[in-house]
């Protein structure tokens, strides 16, 4: 999960792996979570 500053996470969502903050996540974790779906906004 990507996260913003200030922005509360859902509930469930505290055992989520944090890939980085939205604007700057980091590809190696995202792509050693081995995801089936990743959106990118851009």
Same mark, same amino acid.
């Given at each position: ?11 469930? &969502?505290? =055992?989520a @792996?944090?890939v980085g903050?939205?604007? &700057?996540? =980091?590809? @190696? ?14």
């Amino acid at each position: 999960m990507a996260t913003a500053p200030g922005t509360a996470l859902p509930e469930g &969502a505290e =055992s989520a @792996e944090n890939v980085g903050e939205i604007q &700057a996540v =980091s590809l @190696e974790k995202i792509i050693a979570l081995k995801p089936d779906l990743v959106i990118d906004p851009k």
